[in-house]
Each structure stands twice: as structure tokens, then as C-alpha cells.
């Protein structure tokens, strides 16, 4: 807020979650004290991973409420504004997590102006924790500051930790916690002087992230499935299954772009990597620039000492040439099939293919298209692929793409002194699987409009999420199964599930959030037929896109394909133009970095540090 | 001859070429307080390749050290070594191993020699063996300095000018005329120049094909990055 002629009167950010769907509410009220009007502004930063919901402005007892409209239509609607970029960019990129939403609104003197922003998501679980995260930054003390979750999780809940950046000692028992068996209740409420940097001074502490963790009980080896009213969610992450080991081949770029940090991360990651791998697995290194070079010519076994010798190998990565991806990656399968041809590795194991790349194919075949059909055949289906991309000026679509049509995914990583962590986090992730080719199966005459329920790994700490609609209303219960390939034997579990009694669960609260589980399964499917528009011919692509932007609209979610319109109030004859809130794609995200890069310098220390372990090295040759 | 100064404490490395008439004695190391010196003699290929420009390498080095009353002579056909009026003659055909009260020597056959000069320096000399009748190029030699921690803090040369570390701050990344060789600003000893992300080989652990080194090459000569230029390093003789 721009100057102490506007007063701050309430910041409160209302969580909700019901079964790993949250739902937030920011609410924030100011007060306009100068005797002119003037622009008032307001700046939430929400996950990237949440579809904005609800907007509204509330100026002197009149609400303005944010409409969700076809994006070209809107687009079309406010040409004008929109071509002269006085609408743009209402959401922006804010660091790699969250994205930031702004408006500004014209007040008249000595009015009031509420502001409620809403978002919804599913929460994602990775490393086995669920995670909130709220980033606040009120810019000066508020009379009314309030952050509250209510976590409602029916399968129990399991552990709940919250922390902020910004929490000092004095404001740590502040923040309130209560845990019964099946609800969590967090708040965290400072007072005007609590908030104060110092005690004389009007500076506020309150700046930075506040993050709930939270894990839930997870009891039965089918899963936790809640039938409300008429929709159905199946939440998949049994407990104690054993590992099932790997095959994986580590596919570097080292070509001449990714010199400097990125290579030396790249050393740095693949060391911690490779450290991190299990004795059963097996594992190859193929390093690719314009030439491919493979560490040995099969997968081998991950014992300490084969171990130790990759992690020298990986240690003399240097960058030089150009970029043929399409070439190493078919290597790269080539070696996994024949290995598991020749029976050279588990036949109960899972294959992958982790690539680390920082850019465009450069050499050999580079059309991305014919390279994302050239590995699609030679897998066929069998392989999966875990894209990593370096930096800003990576084709995260590209990867994306090649990634989603190998059953695997992209994931950017950030060019940052914590790109190691990111890496090694990212292995993390994917290096425990505990089941492969999961299906999910429902009575089909019992259940339709079905997620995705089929899945080629289940990995430890994260969870399989399947929701669809009951085709009988009236269906209270219904039979489930699951099967899929664990380490020694395969996994089949079936169940007998029912609707549950939330009344009987959550006595004392009152019906919160009754549509959750179809607004679930909406969010779900849109965010699946997203996904899946990218694989496709143009046929389907033309009916997931369709399917996805209807029910963007029926649900209201701002998603890549609608947009939230704001028509602003007119103030003294002034007539503002309409607020157009659209959401980004990576790509847009992505764009938006390269326009505004962080600074990137390189620059060497004095010397005096010179016990590190490489001297250096100083001399002269010729070619 | 291309010079690489490897920098682990920026994870990074620098080069430049040094381009002169064939025959030309620069000098490479000269410490007068431990009584240490190095030049290197270069020598151009049999004849005029057919791109037409005259590559030079270092074939023959002279080095001294005064305290210890060591000098060598290593060049491409053989090494010789006087230490207090005794001359040793050693053949790049043999292993051969010495070891001193003041000075280490092992030649590996056909591969290379490498020195132990007591408290002052350790240098490998590489030998690089290229096929008798190759029509353009002839044997040639590299020095790399291994430990050099103990020489004195005025030490000079073409490379003694860097034992002590270099700062230096590259910014300004922007495509370069390779796509694979982006350009960036260096800032170094005062001035702003414009390098290149390249490679150069280092031939330790493998003599046959080298290992390539990324690294900012500063053009022309290394002006800019070497003080002076390259004329303030020639000199008469080899010692």
C-alpha cells in the first residue's frame, strides 16, 4: 500500500482444505484517509499450481464482482484495453512456486475498499507431506491480521507442522495449533505491536512465506475413497510396500551452452545423485553435445564401487559442442532394452530415463516435433522420461511434450545457487518407485467421466489421486480394485467402499464445503485434458481443449484457457478500463524470466583459499 | 601455443593463443627472488598449411634455478640437466627416474617429464610424438605447472604472472558468432574486454586426444589480460 494516507485495516487469508482440496479466501479492507481519491492498490501472491476462482471489490457498499469468461472472447471484448496494454499482466510470475495477482482501483476520499480474492487446488503430496503456503506481505502494520487453516482430512491426520520465513522467537508461540484425529486447526493472529519490526518504528516483520505441512494416515493398502454427493475421489499411497529398483540412465548435456554454473551444478547434482542410488539398482551415463559418449556400453549395478567410479566419470563432465538430443536419447533407450532384453538387469524393475538438458537441439535431428515422435516409437510405451531444463532459455514445452508422451514429465530448474538441491530433489522424488503400470478400476456400470486411472509408477512419498461422478445417484457403495507390479509379486487389492457420514466425522462443524469432491474432479479433469491436448493429434486436441474450457467456465476456474473480467467502477466521470486476470503457462512464466532475468555474474575470489581440493593449474600447449 | 589458467576458486578457467614468428624464446616464468626461470622456444609447422596460417608450439625450454644450481635444457629430441658442473643427458625413449637432494626427475617414455624443484615448483613437461612423416606438423612439447604456492610474490613471466590468482568478473552473457560460443564482458587488471566461451585441451591424463577445458579466451594475443605485451616477454636467449 502506497503511503500512510492509506490505511491498511484488515488482512485475513482463510484456508480451507477438505481432503487435499484447498480452498483460499485473501480478504483484505483499506481506507483511503486523504481528502482526494487516489489509486489503491492489491497484490496476493497464490501457487501456481491454484486456479483463481472468485474476485470481487467491494467500494462503498457496491460490489464489483470478476467474471470468468472465454479468453478470446474477452480478449476480443476489450481489444482496445487489452492491445494497449493497460489490462495486462494483472497475474505475474513471482518466483517459482507462487504468481502474483494485482489490481488497483481509483477510491474516492475517505472511502473504503474491500478486496476478496479466491483459489482453489489440489494439493499435491511430495516426500510424503502436503503442503500451504502463503506468502504475505502487507507492507505496514494491519490492524486485523489473520491467517487460518482448517484442515478436514476424514483418513486422519497424521502430522501438521507450520513455520514462517519471517517467524522471530517472540512471534513462534503465536502461532496457534490445534490437532484433533481428523482435523487440524492453524492460526496465527499478531497483534499491531507484534507485527512491529521495532518498538518505535512502523515497519512490519510480517514478510515472507507461511507454510503448513501436513501428512495423513494412511491405514489400508486400497486407498481412501469419499463418495459426496454423487462424486467419487480415490486417494491411492498404501503404506509399507518395498522399493522397487530402477534402471535408470542418466541422459547430461554437455554441450557448450550449459558451461559454467550450470556444468558445475550439473557435476555437483550428478555426485549426489549418484550417491543417492540403491545397491539393486542399475544405471548408465550417457553425456551428449553434438557427439554421444557413453560411460560403458551397458546399464551396470550401482555397488559402491561402480558408484565411485561413475561419480569420477560424472566429475570430468566438461561442456563443449552442440545439442543432439534426439541421438542420445535413443541411445540412451536402446541401452535399457537391450539390457532388459539380455535380461542384464531385474525383470521386476522399473525403467527411466532422466535427461538433463539447457536447450534446443542443435544437431543431428533437430525438429522437436520429429524428435518427440522418434522416441515415442522407440519406447512405446515401455520407458519413462523425466525431462529436466536448465535454466531460462530451455523449450520447457518441447520437453514437456517429449516428456508426457514417454508417461514421464518436465520440470524446470531454476539457473540459482540451489540448482543442485533442485536437481537432487527432483531424483528424490522419483527414485522410490513402489508399483508400475497402476490401474485403478471402478464398476463401469457403476461410475463415468473418470480421471486418469491408469499410472506407470506410484513413487514413495507421493499419491495417486482418481475422482469421477456416480452414474447412480442413489449409489452409496461401490467395489474397487488395484492392481499393479511391486517389487517381488504383483499388488492386487479390492475393497468394498461407501459414502461416508460427514456428519458423524465432523459433528461440530457445519457443512463447509459440500462440493468439494466435484470441484475436485473438475480441477482434475481440466487439468488432465490440458495435459493431454499437448500429446494428441489435432482432432482430439480441438475436443480436450473444448471439454477444458467448458468446464473452466461452468466451475469458474481461471485456467490457460479463460480469463477473470473485472469491470472497475467509474469515479468522478473517470472511466477505468475492465481488469483482465488471465492465467500463465510455463512457457508464459518462462518468458516472463527471460524478460527479466536475475542479475548473473561470474567473478573469482581473491585467492587465498587456495586448499581447495583441485590446484589450480596454470599451462601452456598446443593442438 | 595456447595457455590455460585453470582457476578452481571461480570453478572456471581462462585461455589465450600467444602467436609469433616461429624460433621466438618468450619467457614464461622468472622469479629473481628463488633464483627461478623458464622460457620456451617455439617452432612453426614443416610448412604452410593449406589454410595459410603458421601455428607455433613450444619445442625447447630453458630452465634455471639459481639457488639450487639446476639447469635444464628439455626440448623435443632429449633432456639435459646440469647441476653443479654435472651434465645428465636423458632420452624421452626411456622411463627414467632420478631422485636429488634439491630435485626429482621421471620421465615416462615417449609421455613425459615431470620435476620436483625443491620449495619452489613442480612442473610436467608433456611430450607430444606426431607421426614422423606427418606433411605439416612435428613433435612439440607443453609445460604445466603443477605446485607453485612457494614461489615469491614478485614472480613474472607469461605465466608466473597468474601464480598468485587473478580477480576478474565476467558478465554481460550474449550470443556470440557460434551459437555453442556465447560472448560476455571480462573485467580484469583495469580493463574491459570482449572474450569468448570456448574450450581448450589439456593433455595430463590423456596425451593422445587431450580432455577439453571450457574456458573465457581472450583474443589477440591475451592483450589485456597479460600485462603489457607479448614483445615484453621475448627475449635473446634460452637462458
Redesign the interface.
Known amino acids: 500500500m502506497q503511503d500512510l494516507t492509506v490505511e491498511v485495516l484488515s488482512v485475513k487469508v482463510d484456508c480451507v482444505v477438505m481432503s487435499r482440496f484447498a480452498h483460499t479466501v485473501i480478504t483484505s479492507t483499506a481506507l483511503n484517509k486523504a481528502n482526494v481519491s487516489q489509486e489503491i492498490f492489491f497484490e496476493v501472491d497464490l501457487p501456481k499450481t491454484a486456479f483463481i476462482t472468485n474476485f470481487s471489490m467491494e467500494i462503498d457498499g457496491q460490489v464489483y464482482v470478476g467474471e470468468v469468461k472465454e479468453k478470446e472472447k474477452a480478449k476480443k471484448q476489450y481489444e482496445k484495453a487489452v492491445s494497449s496494454g493497460q489490462t495486462a499482466g494483472l497475474v505475474k510470475v513471482s518466483g517459482r512456486k507462487m504468481e502474483k495477482f494485482s489490481v488497483s482501483v481509483n477510491i474516492a476520499a475517505k472511502s473504503n475498499v474491500t478486496f476478496v480474492l479466491t483459489h482453489e487446488e489440489l494439493l499435491q503430496r511430495k516426500l510424503g507431506q502436503y503442503e500451504i503456503l502463503t506468502r504475505v506481505k502487507p507492507k505496514q502494520l494491519v490492524q486485523e491480521f489473520q491467517i487460518v487453516a482448517n484442515i478436514y482430512e476424514p483418513q486422519g491426520i497424521a502430522s501438521v507442522d507450520a513455520h514462517a520465513t519471517f517467524l522471530t522467537n517472540d512471534l513462534l508461540p503465536m502461532v496457534e495449533k490445534t490437532v484433533t484425529e481428523k482435523k487440524a486447526h492453524i492460526a496465527f493472529s499478531p497483534t499491531l505491536d507484534q507485527q512491529r519490526k521495532c518498538p518505535d518504528c512502523d515497519g512490519t516483520l510480517i514478510d515472507g512465506d507461511f507454510v503448513i505441512s501436513y501428512d495423513v494416515k494412511r491405514a489400508t493398502s486400497l486407498g481412501d475413497i469419499q463418495i459426496v454427493n454423487g462424486y467419487f475421489v480415490h486417494y491411492f499411497a498404501p503404506p509399507d510396500l518395498p522399493r522397487v529398483p530402477t534402471n535408470v540412465v542418466f541422459v547430461i548435456d554437455r ?3 550449459m ?2 554454473n550450470k ?2 551444478q550439473t557435476r555437483w547434482a550428478m555426485k549426489a545423485i549418484l550417491s543417492d542410488l540403491k545397491e539393486d539398482d542399475h544405471f548408465a551415463i550417457v553425456e551428449f553435445d553434438h557427439s554421444i559418449e557413453c560411460w560403458k556400453e551397458t546399464l551396470i549395478k550401482a555397488t559402491k564401487d561402480n558408484v565411485d567410479k561413475a561419480i569420477e566419470y560424472a566429475d ?1 563432465l ?5 545439442t543432439d538430443i534426439n541421438s542420445a536419447l535413443l541411445r540412451g533407450l536402446k541401452m535399457l532394452l537391450e539390457d532388459k532384453a539380455e535380461k542384464r538387469v531385474p525383470e521386476r524393475s522399473v525403467d527411466m530415463i532422466i535427461l538433463l538438458t539447457d536447450g534446443m537441439p ?1 544437431s543431428g535431428e533437430t525438429n522437436p516435433t520429429r524428435i518427440q515422435e522418434n522416441l515415442a516409437a522407440a519406447n512405446g510405451g515401455n520407458t519413462t522420461l523425466f525431462s529436466l531444463g536448465f535454466g531460462n532459455d530451455v523449450d520447457y514445452g518441447f520437453l514437456n511434450v517429449l516428456s508426457q508422451k514417454n508417461n514421464g514429465l518436465a520440470r524446470r530448474i531454476f539457473e540459482a545457487s540451489d540448482a543442485v538441491l533442485q536437481l537432487q530433489g527432483f531424483y528424490e522424488e522419483v527414485s522410490s518407485p513402489l508399483l508400475s503400470e497402476v490401474d485403478l478400476r471402478y464398476p463401469d456400470n457403476a461410475v463415468g467421466f473418470l480421471t486418469t486411472n491408469h499410472f506407470s509408477q506410484l513413487f514413495n512419498g507421493s499419491e495417486i489421486v482418481v475422482a469421477g461422478r456416480l452414474l447412480d445417484n442413489d449409489l452409496d457403495n461401490m467395489l474397487v480394485e488395484v492392481v499393479g507390479q511391486g517389487f517381488e509379486e504383483n499388488f492386487q487389492v479390492q475393497g468394498q467402499t461407501s459414502a461416508l457420514d460427514w456428519g458423524t466425522i465432523y459433528p461440530d462443524d457445519k457443512y463447509i464445503f459440500g462440493d468439494f469432491t466435484e470441484r475436485l474432479w473438475a480441477y482434475l479433469t481440466i487439468q488432465q485434458l490440458l495435459d493431454k491436448s499437448n500429446t494428441v493429434s489435432q482432432d482430439e486436441k480441438e475436443n480436450a481443449t473444448a471439454k477444458a474450457l467448458e468446464m473452466s467456465l461452468q466451475y469458474s476456474f481461471v485456467t490457460p484457457l479463460t480469463s477473470m473480467v473485472v469491470t472497475k467502477p467509474e469515479i468522478e466521470n473517470k472511466t477505468d478500463s475492465p481488469l483482465i486476470a488471465n492465467k500463465l503457462t510455463e512457457e508464459e512464466r518462462q518468458a516472463a524470466e527471460r524478460a527479466h532475468p536475475h542479475f ?8 587465498p ?2 586448499t ?12 | ?12 578457467a581462462l585461455c589465450f593463443n ?1 602467436n609469433d614468428k616461429p624460433g621466438t624464446i618468450f619467457n ?1 616464468v622468472k622469479d629473481t627472488k628463488s633464483g627461478i626461470l623458464v622460457n ?1 622456444q617455439t617452432i612453426g609447422d614443416k610448412q604452410i598449411p593449406p589454410d595459410g596460417k603458421i ?4 619445442w625447447r625450454f630453458g630452465i634455471i634455478h639459481r639457488n639450487l644450481g639446476v639447469r635444464m635444457e628439455v626440448s623435443t629430441k632429449g633432456i639435459s640437466v646440469i647441476q653443479d658442473g654435472n651434465r645428465i643427458r636423458l632420452q624421452w625413449s626411456n622411463t627414467t627416474s632420478l631422485k636429488g637432494d634439491n630435485m626429482d626427475i621421471l620421465v615416462t617414455k615417449d609421455r613425459s617429464l615431470t620435476v620436483t624443484l625443491k620449495d619452489s615448483v613442480k612442473f610436467v613437461i ?1 611430450l ?1 610424438k606426431v607421426w614422423e612423416k606427418h606433411p605439416y606438423h612435428r613433435d ?1 612439447l ?8 612457494l614461489l615469491s610474490p614478485s614472480v613474472h613471466g ?2 608466473g604472472q ?10 554481460n ?1 550474449r550470443p556470440g558468432e557460434v ?4 560472448d560476455a564482458t571480462m573485467y580484469v587488471k583495469g580493463h574491459e574486454l570482449n572474450v569468448t ?1 570456448g ?5 595430463r591424463r590423456d596425451v593422445k586426444n ?5 574456458c573465457w579466451f581472450i583474443h589477440n594475443n591475451g592483450t589485456g589480460l597479460i600485462d603489457g605485451d607479448i614483445s615484453d616477454y621475448i627475449v635473446s636467449g634460452l637462458f
Open positions: 554441450s557448450g551452452s558451461s559454467g556444468m558445475h570430468l566438461r561442456p563443449r559442442g552442440g542443435s548473473h555474474t561470474m567473478s573469482s575470489r581473491p585467492f583459499s587456495l581447495a581440493h583441485a590446484p589450480p593449474s596454470y599451462f601452456v600447449d598446443g593442438d | 601455443p595456447h595457455f590455460i589458467l585453470e582457476l578452481p576458486d571461480s570453478d572456471d600467444i614464461l620456451g601455428y607455433t608450439y613450444f608433456l607430444h612439440y607443453g609445460f604445466y605447472t603443477l605446485d607453485t604456492h607469461m605465466l597468474f601464480y598468485h590468482g587473478l580477480e576478474y568478473e565476467v558478465t552473457l551459437p555453442e560460443k556465447p566461451r574450450w581448450q585441451r589439456d593433455f587431450g580432455e577439453n577445458v571450457p
